[in-house]
């Protein structure tokens, strides 16, 4: 089984989960931009996490086989806070480099006129440097929220096959379904979405659009969500290509919209001695 | 991107059928083919060329291809001898047929123009004379046909010169049809100037255009980047003229390996053309360089230009370098430090190899990103702090502990600029210690120390 995790917070987990990853199967991996769980308290704050996801992170990924990729956006949440607002000025310079496949994560969290603001504007970046975008979908009132998410969409122009919805349910599905976007699912152990409901929600959509991902982050959360969902959809008489189609083809022709994947394969699948910035994942003595 | 349009010359399939040739091209994603007609490739003297025309017509069209038709085939009229009768032979007659077939052929493919060249001159005959033939061979070309005719300077034909092929024209009362077909790289082997300049000194006579690389002196064609040419600013060129014709690429000894000799044509074309876009649109609103910059490795490609790219570095760092160049030196200093302060690693080794560009009074913001890049263990950035303007600006410790840094982390002496004007007492000392320490635990001393010595020995 091959998987492209299309969105993980690989900042908040450790090594042993990139190992674990690889066991599984994982050898691609998108990292949306999102908050702390820390507020942030200035633009600062961001753009030296911005410089993690497109350096350090990037680079700990390699040395465990897996391509990290990133996407770039202030996340709904702190789009209220007027101290990180100004991030908006400098996203641009981000949305064109090097392994940058959307801009996200943007949308709704409480509903505010903030976050509609800069959910609006982000829309806006995306058409004009040509990349897809994530949305995510609030957790609190989800149904009205997706319902005016899918609205702002709409009034934004960009085309619906370059956004991905996320974090949707049963009760989310078919909205976004007929709006034409892609469709994230987010599987927890807890929360959101379990493996098994995701294997009923394919037998009832299909695998068109369909993504799924393990949105794993410094909450309890299992980066092996997106293996776990392929066995289950296996176990449910889906075949090897079904599965194949979600976990990697779809993510792959999702995120490949921005012309910015780098999916060669890696050469080593254990860390080496390579460093980056003269820092290596190595701890002790170097050989 | 520019409106140029890329095509692909047919005597680089040489070994495939024509249909497959044309179906390759315009796969890879060319837009137009110059078609050389040859006993292969719609021979002009087939019985039943009127009908092949037709097909390959139709062909073209559903494949979405422009052409041209070349005429340069080698063997064609003469079998023994290359590229024989001329128009400036005794009995040109041939030759003045042919290129009127040619003519019926182009205007029934619906092709743009048709390309021709004088032909070496006889070395029985003498200039005047030869002269002479062209003229009258040209006009007989031209009589009764409303074809467009394109004069190509070949390096070693009597018409070698973009100089000669405007003055004949010129002596012919410039006739509308007549225009020129300029190769970019017999530019770089014969011309005064360079193909930028020629396409600009062409100006609206130019009907045809062949792109590839060559070197000074030597008419051999190549692949992009194994020559001199500058391909960027020779695209720059043909758009800032507004050249509507094809340009076509001509790899005339490289149909061993056609199809992929052709796709890196077309990547580095596009890469080139992307690199001339940005920096016409850098010129007109440098803000813009703010989103570009990043962009560019993507666009324009990254690979290194020597071993590890620490001396000479990367294709990225030198398109980089002349998007900063793009920019006014007021512009530059003002841009200089955030491009640096959010570019990753590879956006700022490009900064640091740019430096140079700074208008003088910014010299101290160059200083302090030079000493931040001595800071780091990227010996990518450490690489490029050390170039010329560390050489002109640094002050005398902080550049001699750069130097004895690139001994520490690997990076060759080659890579710092000035080594042999800039080595002193101290940096002798330093890196004559460091050997010391070296050789007293019993290990390698790096070569580059001799380097070094020998550079303060020659002072």
């Given at each position: 089984?091959?998987?492209?995790?299309?969105?993980?917070?690989?900042?908040?987990?450790?090594?042993?989960?990139?190992?674990?990853?690889?066991?599984?199967?994982?050898?691609?991996?998108?990292?949306?931009?999102?908050?702390?769980?820390?507020?942030?308290?200035?633009?600062?704050?961001?753009?030296?996490?911005?410089?993690?996801?497109?350096?350090?992170?990037?680079?700990?990924?390699?040395?465990?086989?897996?391509?990290?990729?990133?996407?770039?956006?202030?996340?709904?949440?702190?789009?209220?806070?007027?101290?990180?607002?100004?991030?908006?000025?400098?996203?641009?310079?981000?949305?064109?480099?090097?392994?940058?496949?959307?801009?996200?994560?943007?949308?709704?969290?409480?509903?505010?006129?903030?976050?509609?603001?800069?959910?609006?504007?982000?829309?806006?970046?995306?058409?004009?440097?040509?990349?897809?975008?994530?949305?995510?979908?609030?957790?609190?009132?989800?149904?009205?929220?997706?319902?005016?998410?899918?609205?702002?969409?709409?009034?934004?122009?960009?085309?619906?096959?370059?956004?991905?919805?996320?974090?949707?349910?049963?009760?989310?599905?078919?909205?976004?379904?007929?709006?034409?976007?892609?469709?994230?699912?987010?599987?927890?152990?807890?929360?959101?979405?379990?493996?098994?409901?995701?294997?009923?929600?394919?037998?009832?959509?299909?695998?068109?659009?369909?993504?799924?991902?393990?949105?794993?982050?410094?909450?309890?959360?299992?980066?092996?969500?997106?293996?776990?969902?392929?066995?289950?959809?296996?176990?449910?008489?889906?075949?090897?290509?079904?599965?194949?189609?979600?976990?990697?083809?779809?993510?792959?022709?999702?995120?490949?919209?921005?012309?910015?994947?780098?999916?060669?394969?890696?050469?080593?699948?254990?860390?080496?001695?390579?460093?980056?910035?003269?820092?290596?994942?190595?701890?002790?003595?170097?050989? | 991107m520019?409106?140029?349009?890329?095509?692909?010359?047919?005597?680089?399939?040489?070994?495939?059928?024509?249909?497959?040739?044309?179906?390759?091209?315009?796969?890879?994603?060319?837009?137009?083919?110059?078609?050389?007609?040859?006993?292969?490739?719609?021979?002009?003297?087939?019985?039943?060329?009127?009908?092949?025309?037709?097909?390959?017509?139709?062909?073209?069209?559903?494949?979405?291809?422009?052409?041209?038709?070349?005429?340069?085939?080698?063997?064609?009229?003469?079998?023994?001898?290359?590229?024989?009768?001329?128009?400036?032979?005794?009995?040109?007659?041939?030759?003045?047929?042919?290129?009127?077939?040619?003519?019926?052929?182009?205007?029934?493919?619906?092709?743009?123009?048709?390309?021709?060249?004088?032909?070496?001159?006889?070395?029985?005959?003498?200039?005047?004379?030869?002269?002479?033939?062209?003229?009258?061979?040209?006009?007989?070309?031209?009589?009764?046909?409303?074809?467009?005719?394109?004069?190509?300077?070949?390096?070693?034909?009597?018409?070698?010169?973009?100089?000669?092929?405007?003055?004949?024209?010129?002596?012919?009362?410039?006739?509308?049809?007549?225009?020129?077909?300029?190769?970019?790289?017999?530019?770089?082997?014969?011309?005064?100037?360079?193909?930028?300049?020629?396409?600009?000194?062409?100006?609206?006579?130019?009907?045809?255009?062949?792109?590839?690389?060559?070197?000074?002196?030597?008419?051999?064609?190549?692949?992009?980047?194994?020559?001199?040419?500058?391909?960027?600013?020779?695209?720059?060129?043909?758009?800032?003229?507004?050249?509507?014709?094809?340009?076509?690429?001509?790899?005339?000894?490289?149909?061993?390996?056609?199809?992929?000799?052709?796709?890196?044509?077309?990547?580095?074309?596009?890469?080139?053309?992307w690199l001339a876009d940005a920096e016409r649109t850098v010129r007109a609103d440098p803000a813009r360089i703010?989103t570009l910059?990043?962009?560019?490795?993507?666009?324009?490609?990254?690979?290194?230009?020597?071993?590890?790219?620490?001396?000479?570095?990367?294709?990225?760092?030198?398109?980089?370098?002349?998007l900063?160049?793009a920019?006014?030196?007021?512009?530059?200093?003002?841009?200089?430090?955030?491009?640096?302060?959010?570019?990753?690693?590879?956006?700022?080794?490009?900064?640091?190899?740019?430096?140079?560009?700074?208008?003088?009074?910014?010299?101290?913001?160059?200083?302090?990103?030079?000493?931040?890049?001595?800071?780091?263990?990227?010996?990518?950035?450490?690489?490029?702090?050390?170039?010329?303007?560390?050489?002109?600006?640094?002050?005398?410790?902080?550049?001699?502990?750069?130097?004895?840094?690139?001994?520490?982390?690997?990076?060759?002496?080659?890579?710092?600029?000035?080594?042999?004007?800039?080595?002193?007492?101290?940096?002798?000392?330093?890196?004559?210690?460091?050997?010391?320490?070296?050789?007293?635990?019993?290990?390698?001393?790096?070569?580059?120390?001799?380097?070094?010595?020998?550079?303060?020995?020659?002072?």
């Amino acid at each position: 089984m091959r998987i492209f995790d299309p969105h993980i917070h690989m900042t908040s987990r450790t090594t042993d989960d990139y190992e674990a990853m690889y066991a599984a199967g994982v050898r691609a991996l998108v990292e949306p931009a999102f908050w702390l769980g820390q507020p942030r308290t200035s633009v600062g704050s961001f753009t030296d996490y911005f410089d993690g996801l497109i350096g350090w992170e990037r680079f700990r990924a390699s040395q465990f086989g897996i391509r990290h990729h990133c996407t770039i956006a202030l996340n709904p949440k702190e789009a209220n806070d007027p101290r990180c607002t100004d991030v908006l000025d400098v996203l641009p310079r981000y949305l064109t480099k090097d392994g940058v496949v959307a801009v996200g994560e943007v949308g709704y969290d409480s509903m505010t006129e903030a976050e509609e603001k800069a959910f609006a504007h982000q829309l806006q970046l995306a058409v004009e440097y040509e990349l897809p975008v994530l949305v995510h979908t609030p957790h609190r009132d989800k149904l009205a929220g997706t319902k005016r998410t899918l609205e702002v969409v709409r009034e934004s122009g960009i085309a619906p096959e370059r956004v991905v919805v996320d974090h949707l349910n049963e009760v989310t599905v078919g909205l976004v379904a007929e709006a034409g976007c892609w469709m994230g699912f987010s599987i927890y152990p807890h929360t959101k979405m379990d493996e098994h409901r995701m294997v009923a929600i394919l037998a009832e959509y299909g695998t068109a659009r369909m993504l799924v991902n393990s949105a794993a982050d410094w909450g309890r959360s299992d980066p092996l969500k997106t293996y776990r969902t392929g066995q289950a959809m296996l176990a449910g008489g889906f075949t090897e290509s079904d599965v194949d189609t979600v976990l990697w083809r779809n993510p792959v022709e999702f995120y490949g919209q921005s012309g910015n994947l780098m999916l060669d394969p890696l050469e080593e699948s254990s860390p080496t001695g390579a460093t980056f910035e003269g820092n290596s994942v190595l701890r002790g003595a170097r050989q | 991107m520019s409106t140029l349009r890329f095509g692909y010359g047919t005597n680089g399939f040489a070994n495939h059928r024509l249909d497959d040739a044309l179906a390759i091209i315009a796969d890879l994603g060319y837009t137009g083919v110059a078609l050389t007609l040859d006993h292969n490739h719609l021979d002009p003297f087939a019985g039943d060329v009127a009908e092949q025309t037709r097909r390959v017509r139709a062909r073209l069209e559903q494949l979405g291809l422009g052409v041209v038709v070349e005429t340069g085939a080698r063997f064609l009229l003469d079998p023994w001898r290359k590229h024989q009768p001329t128009l400036l032979s005794d009995e040109a007659g041939p030759r003045i047929d042919f290129l009127r077939r040619a003519a019926r052929i182009a205007a029934d493919l619906g092709a743009e123009c048709v390309s021709f060249w004088s032909g070496v001159k006889p070395a029985e005959v003498d200039d005047t004379t030869a002269w002479r033939r062209l003229l009258d061979g040209v006009a007989a070309v031209l009589e009764d046909t409303p074809a467009r005719f394109a004069l190509e300077p070949e390096p070693g034909h009597f018409v070698q010169h973009l100089a000669e092929a405007l003055r004949l024209r010129d002596e012919l009362g410039g006739p509308e049809q007549l225009g020129i077909t300029l190769d970019v790289g017999h530019c770089v082997a014969v011309e005064p100037f360079d193909a930028a300049t020629c396409v600009r000194q062409a100006g609206d006579l130019l009907f045809n255009v062949q792109l590839d690389d060559m070197r000074t002196g030597v008419h051999e064609h190549l692949e992009f980047g194994e020559g001199e040419l500058d391909l960027t600013a020779t695209l720059a060129a043909l758009a800032e003229v507004g050249y509507r014709g094809l340009a076509a690429i001509e790899l005339p000894r490289h149909s061993h390996a056609a199809p992929d000799v052709a796709r890196r044509g077309l990547r580095a074309l596009r890469a080139a053309d992307w690199l001339a876009d940005a920096e016409r649109t850098v010129r007109a609103d440098p803000a813009r360089i703010r989103t570009l910059f990043p962009a560019v490795g993507r666009k324009a490609g990254r690979s290194a230009l020597d071993a590890h790219g620490l001396v000479h570095g990367t294709v990225d760092d030198k398109a980089r370098v002349r998007l900063l160049a793009a920019l006014k030196p007021e512009d530059l200093a003002a841009e200089v430090p955030d491009l640096y302060r959010y570019g990753d690693g590879a956006e700022r080794r490009a900064v640091l190899r740019g430096l140079h560009l700074l208008p003088p009074e910014a010299a101290g913001t160059g200083v302090r990103l030079v000493e931040d890049a001595l800071r780091a263990n990227d010996i990518g950035l450490v690489a490029a702090a050390l170039g010329p303007f560390a050489a002109e600006h640094l002050d005398a410790h902080t550049w001699r502990h750069g130097v004895l840094k690139c001994l520490f982390v690997g990076v060759p002496v080659a890579a710092v600029a000035g080594l042999g004007d800039r080595v002193d007492d101290e940096l002798v000392r330093m890196v004559g210690d460091y050997a010391a320490e070296r050789r007293a635990a019993g290990r390698d001393v790096p070569s580059d120390i001799d380097v070094i010595l020998q550079e303060a020995g020659a002072q």
